[in-house]
């Protein structure tokens, strides 16, 4: 739930626009909240994340890459072949905007040839070795995720409700606008997930 308040001077003074203005920013309040609790979420007053929701092992679905040298193509290829086959249907690469173009940009396989391939014709951001990335801002530098997210859970039964109120400001003569939604979200399928970041030492 987000509520931003606003005087009845400047709502009235205001040109129409405005108001939808308002809702629009409290509407992407709201989803940049259950972003951040996709990635991140608990599990405790909000939804579980893909990280504190997945068991990680190490080699097993958890890998690092090199602390000083840096994510080289064998750490990519070992993340890919990790993710069981059923689920490389529908699997994409998920980073942060730092990540994507720090460590993969110029990345390049055996023979020179790039891994992480743009898409400037599409609305896609483009792929690595075949498969799409998504950029996440709600993922810490040199964390990246590869798998399927169509075993994500996630629901969100009502959507996101916009109501204004004149009556909790009352004496100050305020306006609140609040922007609301219920969501819930929790991996499905843990094995649907392979975990790579940068080693601590």
Avoid: H
């Avoid at 009845?8 to 129409?16: N, T």
């Avoid at 979420?41 to 990280?51: E, F, H, N, R, S």
């Avoid at 290829?77 to 730092?98: D, E, Q, S």
């Avoid at 306006?175 to 080693?199: G, H, N, Q, S």
Wanted: a negative charge.
């Amino acid at each position: 739930m987000k509520v931003l308040s606003i005087s009845v001077k400047v709502q009235s003074m205001s040109i129409a626009a405005f108001e939808s203005y308002l809702v629009e920013e409290l509407t992407n309040c709201v989803m940049a909240c259950i972003a951040d609790a996709l990635v991140n979420g608990t599990g405790t007053a909000q939804g579980t994340g893909v990280l504190s929701g997945v068991t990680w092992t190490e080699d097993t679905n958890a890998f690092t890459f090199d602390k000083t040298v840096g994510l080289t193509y064998a750490d990519v290829v070992k993340v890919v072949a990790a993710l069981a086959r059923g689920y490389a249907n529908g699997a994409c690469w998920a980073m942060n905007n730092a990540t994507l173009y720090n460590l993969f940009y110029g990345l390049v396989d055996k023979n020179d040839r790039p891994i992480f391939i743009a898409d400037p014709k599409s609305e896609e951001i483009g792929k690595i070795l075949g498969f799409p990335v998504v950029v996440d801002d709600y993922l810490e530098t040199d964390t990246i995720i590869f798998g399927n997210f169509n075993y994500m859970g996630y629901n969100m039964p009502e959507g996101i409700t916009i109501e204004a109120s004149r009556e909790s400001s009352f004496k100050s003569g305020r306006i609140d606008y609040r922007a609301m939604a219920i969501a819930d979200c929790k991996p499905i399928v843990t094995e649907a997930f392979i975990k790579l970041t940068r080693a601590a030492s």
